[in-house]
Nanobody, 122 residues
Framework: QVQLVESGGGLVQAGGSLRLSCAAS????????MAWFRQAPGEEREFVAA????????IYGDSVKGRFTIARDNGKNTGYLQMNSLRPEDTAAYYC???????????????WGRGTQVTVSS
């Protein structure tokens, strides 16, 4: 499995922006479709966005459409999540995940990072 490490989380005011990064090591990220999930305390893990291994196809959860953008740079072995127009309800731990399957279900992803916290103040 590829090892993944997220970075870029932090505290931001509502309406602000953050860019999360997901760095892969151990194996190349290239064969893996990549996704971002988030989980708030007491809540289930929620699908945020996914991108195919080539970067040509993306899909977003309804709550982030039009505000978040997923991207990847296979040459840098890194994925990204650009988050704009942040809202307090976006507050959660954000996780990147990799899978050879094309899916929005967390159970289909075998490689996970440890997460990075995003807190949006009102």
């Amino acid at each position: 499995q590829v090892q993944l490490v997220e970075s870029g989380g932090g505290l931001v005011q509502a309406g602000g922006s953050l860019r999360l990064s997901c760095a892969a090591s151990g194996r190349t990220l290239r064969p893996y479709n990549m996704a971002w999930f988030r989980q708030a305390p007491g809540e289930e893990r929620e699908f945020v966005a996914a991108i195919t291994w080539s970067g040509r196809v993306t899909i977003y959860g309804d709550s982030v459409k039009g505000r978040f953008t997923i991207a990847r740079d296979n040459g840098k072995n890194t994925g990204y999540l650009q988050m704009n127009s942040l809202r307090p309800e976006d507050t959660a731990a954000y996780y990147c995940a990799g899978s050879t399957a094309w899916s929005t279900s967390p159970t289909d992803f075998g490689s996970w990072g440890r997460g990075t916290q995003v807190t949006v103040s009102s």
